[in-house]
């Protein structure tokens, strides 16, 4: 454990100590800068709760980060955290990558800092190690300026039906124990989860008795995550995977009662509008659960001939934010992180394996950036 001091130049000189898992060197003034913001926007009653850092907190080498286009902020809604802004990592991928490009492609890094200023999800799966560790760590650095974390848990057993992210826990009993493990890293603190992405969707490639256990495991994990204080969004597909009338029952046997609501479109490309059309009906086919849409990869939509596995061209899209336009969609988040791979498909390394260029990419092409 270690402390830093972060002075913000803001009215009234705020000096707040960091104490605790806090990173270093590059990483622990980009803490400190989001911290300093967080200080600033609490106190202006009428600050805009869009979740980009504030210009002046972007570094020197990059514009101004813009608001979200279309879908973008609006005004207040039901949903439970619109005054809250969402935790930006220090040390994201994004930021690491603009790190070793700034001396010798510096236009390239520039862009990597500016998509490391936005927040995105954090995963945890059986790789993870020591889950309540390190779900206590991330929410403990959100803490410090007071913002909301956006977990995932992916550790299904027989997680995406064999395929590039094949894995998960290895009995259901061993599912159980990892996610109130998880669960345990809260201690008391808020933060949002998105429930096995794919794991509903997908359901069919299971044997019927393995349907009905996995249902059973996604009620429970639904319950272990709420009375943990998880928002729990049951990951469903998106616009043009399953009929309204179809995710609707799914998520009924799933749990979505106890559930926060219901999230689109992770780790997918299919427009903002048309998820959000999609997910207004089968909100009304929910008992009017509201939902979330991950527009981390959406900006100018699906690949020719919906190619879903590192498809060439693609871009971001609405910024992250929890003022969403939309009057049942709660954020708009990326929770895909922009620049993890789908696999080793189109070049790409292993499912979740960072490329840096394929980031490039998405942030070159985005019409929101």
């Not at 907190?57 to 813009?66: K, L, Q, R, Y």
């Not at 049942?328 to 499912?351: H, I, M, Q, R």
Request: charged residues 15%.
């Amino acid at each position: 454990m270690h402390v830093i001091a972060c002075a913000s130049s803001g009215q009234g000189g705020h000096v707040v100590v960091l104490r605790g898992l806090v990173p270093r060197g590059a990483g622990a003034r980009l803490l400190c800068r989001i911290t300093a913001a967080a200080l600033l926007l609490g106190a202006a009653a009428a600050c805009d709760a869009s979740d980009a850092l504030a210009p002046d907190d972007v570094p020197t080498d990059v514009a101004p980060v813009s608001k979200p286009a279309g879908g973008g902020a609006g005004p207040a809604s039901a949903s439970p955290f619109a005054s809250m802004q969402l935790h930006v990592s220090p040390t994201s991928r994004a930021l690491k990558q603009a790190d070793l490009w700034r001396t010798n492609r510096p236009a390239d890094a520039a862009y990597m800092t500016r998509v490391g200023a936005h927040p995105v999800a954090s995963w945890f799966n059986e790789w993870t190690g020591d889950v309540t560790t390190a779900v206590d760590t991330e929410l403990t650095v959100a803490s410090v300026g007071g913002r909301l974390a956006v977990l995932v848990a992916y550790n299904i057993p027989q997680r995406d039906c064999g395929l590039y992210s094949a894995g998960g826990a290895s009995s259901p009993d061993a599912y159980r124990s990892w996610i109130r493990s998880f669960a345990a890293g809260f201690r008391g603190r808020k933060a949002v989860v998105v429930l096995e992405p794919d794991a509903i969707a997908t359901i069919t490639c299971l044997a019927a008795d393995r349907q009905e256990e996995r249902y059973t495991l996604l009620r429970e994990a639904v319950s272990v995550l709420r009375d943990a204080g998880a928002m729990v969004y049951l990951e469903v597909g998106h616009a043009r995977w399953l009929t309204p009338e179809a995710a609707a029952a799914r998520l009924a046997k799933a749990g979505i009662d106890r559930a926060q609501g219901f999230a689109l479109n992770v780790s997918n490309f299919i427009p903002t509008a048309e998820n959000v059309t999609y997910g207004n009906t089968l909100s009304a086919q929910t008992g009017g659960k509201r939902y979330i849409i991950d527009t981390s990869r959406n900006g100018l939509g699906p690949a020719a001939g919906n190619v879903w596995c590192n498809p060439d061209g693609r871009a971001l899209g609405d910024l992250p934010t929890t003022r969403s336009a939309h009057a049942l969609v709660d954020a708009l988040l990326w929770v895909k992180v922009p620049g993890e791979s789908d696999g080793t498909c189109n070049g790409g390394p292993t499912a979740g394996g960072w490329w840096g260029d394929y980031a490039l990419g998405l942030a070159r092409r985005s019409p929101t950036l």
